[in-house]
């Protein structure tokens, strides 16, 4: 769904089934920005995204079916660029894009 | 006081200010209508009652979900999940909770995997310490194996719990471990033994006990192998124990060994048949080998050979 609503939009999409293979992933292709869900097994998006950083500064949007005041001063919530409500629109997706290849540093 | 009555109350209180403001109001015009605003204050009330305990059970309800998962969590049962109705800070929760459940749930099973990754290396590593023993001597050649195979299932048969059972797997695999520190020549010898001799083939039983005792996960099996010559009657050795003071587990190891020593070739004796055997066990009952594990060596051998000549037809 998300990835239709990107290819849509004009952008390459590389996906990866969990946090671990999404670290691998960056390694490799180094995208323009990554879209991490929040929670995932094993390996949270915000722990892959730490995992990433180390190497890359790419920009982050964090995708999440939780409330978005719930996650405030979470730790590791401060590195991302955007917060990405589920359901997404893409209204909502294209705002979330712009506000990190933006350069944003806080998130919405 | 709970969360349901202090919402419920909370609300009542907050909606009950503009019905009696209401009320009040209407009152002060004047008789004629004092009696239908009492009734509409009524009305308003009961409604306010109404809506208060429905709101203040929306909210109740999924924290009693959770709070009854929390506990079905607690008490071992990983994966348990409750239902999110709603896209609130409640259903967040629930969300978050249920994820919680299943991640703990995975890594219960990765450490269940491992330990038993683990316990099947230790396994492996006991096995090829008591092939050590079998080697020296070629009429004992798997005889540990078999010991421990005869006594997992007599212990099965008695009813015994996973702990007891993997007890009796390792004492069996290792009750003859002591014989490390018994002369080849001796285990060998066809003839009968010198006194010294006896002494030293005796003392396999306590020095095997030795062996394990500093090592944690086989500390279990200690006294299994060290009694495992105990006789029921109380004449046997090292401590010359009787009845039910000797260790179950060595009961069973030592009617285990009793079967395979008569089973098998050895250098003082041809190798007798089952229902040979099966006499000289009735000949122990009660002298050397305990009634009960009698009887369920008895009915395991009994399976084995039915199962050997195969199915009816």
């Not at chain 2, 594990?293 to 037809?313: F, M, N, S």
Request: aromatic share 4%; glycine share 8%.
């Amino acid at each position: 769904m998300l990835t239709d609503l990107l290819s849509e939009l004009g952008h390459a999409v590389v996906q990866a089934e969990n946090g671990a293979e999404a670290v691998a992933a960056c390694g490799r292709e180094q995208p323009d920005v990554l879209i991490l869900d929040f929670l995932m097994p094993r390996l949270s998006g915000l722990d892959a995204l730490r995992e990433i950083r180390r190497t890359q500064a790419v920009p982050a949007v964090l995708l999440t079916a939780i409330n978005g005041e719930s996650l405030r001063g979470l730790d590791g919530v401060e590195q991302v660029q955007a917060l990405l409500q589920k359901p997404v629109t893409r209204r909502a997706l294209e705002r979330a894009l712009d506000r990190a290849l933006a350069g944003g540093t806080r998130p919405r | 006081m709970n969360l349901f009555r202090s919402l419920a109350g909370l609300l009542l209180a907050v909606s009950l200010v503009p019905v009696a403001l209401l009320a009040w109001l209407l009152s002060r015009r004047g008789a004629d209508v004092a009696g239908p605003a009492l009734l509409a204050a009524l009305a308003a009330l009961v409604a306010a009652l109404l809506a208060s305990a429905l709101v203040a059970r929306r909210v109740t309800e999924p924290v009693r979900a959770l709070v009854r998962a929390a506990i079905e969590i607690a008490r071992g049962r990983f994966g348990r999940e409750v239902t999110a109705r709603t896209r609130d800070e409640l259903g967040d929760l629930a969300y978050t909770f249920n994820h919680m459940s299943r991640e703990l749930a995975s890594y219960d099973g990765e450490n269940k995997r491992l330990i038993a990754a683990l316990e099947r290396g230790y396994l492996d590593t006991i096995r090829s310490l008591a092939s050590a023993i079998d080697a020296k001597d070629p009429y004992t050649r798997g005889h540990s194996e078999r010991v421990a195979a005869l006594s997992v299932e007599i212990g099965r048969e008695l009813g015994l719990d996973a702990e007891p059972l993997k007890t009796l797997e390792y004492a069996g695999i290792l009750h003859d471990i002591g014989k490390i520190g018994v002369p080849e020549a001796v285990l060998r010898k066809p003839d009968k033994l010198t006194p010294e001799e006896r002494t030293l083939v005796k003392s396999h039983a306590p020095v095997g006990a030795e062996i394990v005792e500093g090592i944690e996960f086989l500390r279990s099996a200690e006294p299994a192998i060290r009694h495992h010559h105990e006789r029921w009657d109380g004449g046997g050795y090292p401590d010359g124990l009787a009845g039910e003071a000797i260790p179950l587990v060595a009961r069973i190891i030592n009617a285990a060994d009793t079967w395979d020593a008569c089973t098998s070739e050895r250098p003082y004796q041809r190798a007798y048949s089952a229902p040979e055997v099966v006499s000289i066990l009735d000949s122990l009952r009660g002298k050397q080998i305990d009634p009960a594990v009698h009887e369920a060596i008895l009915r395991v051998v009994e399976r084995r050979v039915a199962a050997l000549k195969g199915p009816k037809t």
